[in-house]
């Protein structure tokens, strides 16, 4: 199958603990994001990255981490220093030459 | 700083009813996206806006951009229950930005029989 695989869809963190989200890509495109979604409201990007071991912050990046050694693979870890982390979480990928942008199916973070 | 704002963030409407959701952003763009989503799920697209005057429809579903107003429409023809989701428009900030996207709050639609 192509697209984007997100794992795991749900996970459960609790407090004082980093959790690594994955995100996998075998579209072959360029540049991979993460954005945050709280309930009721739009995505918030956290971070970025146009090519392989190379990223952005983006508007809310305090707090998590991010590192692009492969093209397909754009992992996000949620450290301790996140204070308020449970959020719906999604991975996004696209083609500089294209302009169709593809989401993953998301993952649940919830702290307990 | 970008800023893309949608109103109405809420919307009740009856089947069979018209009802248009407007998504002003503050800089310029002229790319835009519409989305859909459902409770719990991803983003499904609906529309990429890529110039000033693009429209396109799909079934009862129209968007248009207007880059000089910075304003987008997604307009509902005689609304189906099945329409019932948060729509999200979302802004293309260009390639020197990474290609990223500035989303609305979105609008969420409720369609009763």
């Known amino acids: 199958d192509g697209g984007i695989t997100q794992s795991p869809k749900y996970l459960f963190r609790k407090e004082g603990q980093n959790v690594t989200l994955s995100c996998e890509q075998n579209?072959?495109?360029?540049?991979m994001y993460w954005y945050r979604q709280d309930p009721g409201q739009g995505l918030r990007l956290i971070y970025y990255s146009q090519i392989v071991n190379d990223f952005q912050k983006g508007d809310i990046a305090e707090g998590y981490s991010v590192s692009r050694e492969k093209k397909e693979s754009f992992p996000l870890t949620v450290t301790s220093a996140q204070k308020n982390p449970t959020a719906f979480y999604l991975c996004?990928?696209?083609?500089?030459?294209?302009?169709?942008?593809?989401f993953g199916e998301g993952s649940w973070l919830t702290v307990v | 700083e970008l800023k893309v704002e949608q109103n109405p963030l809420f919307l009740s409407m009856q089947e069979g009813k018209n009802y248009t959701i407007y998504c002003n952003y503050s800089?310029?763009?002229?790319?835009l996206y519409w989305y859909r989503q459902d409770p719990g799920k991803s983003l499904e697209s609906l529309f990429v806006l890529l110039s000033n005057g693009a429209v396109k429809q799909e079934g009862r579903l129209m968007a248009s951009l207007d880059t000089k107003a910075r304003l987008s429409t997604l307009h509902i023809t005689a609304a189906v229950h099945d329409l019932s989701a948060t729509y999200f428009c979302?802004?293309?900030?260009?390639?020197?930005?990474?290609?990223?996207?500035?989303f609305g709050e979105g609008t969420q639609l409720t369609v009763n029989p």
């Open positions: 996004a990928t696209r083609q500089f030459s294209g302009n169709t942008i593809y």
């Open positions: 579209l072959n495109h360029d540049a």
């Open positions: 800089t310029t763009s002229d790319r």
């Open positions: 979302a802004v293309d900030m260009g390639r020197t930005s990474g290609s990223r996207l500035t």
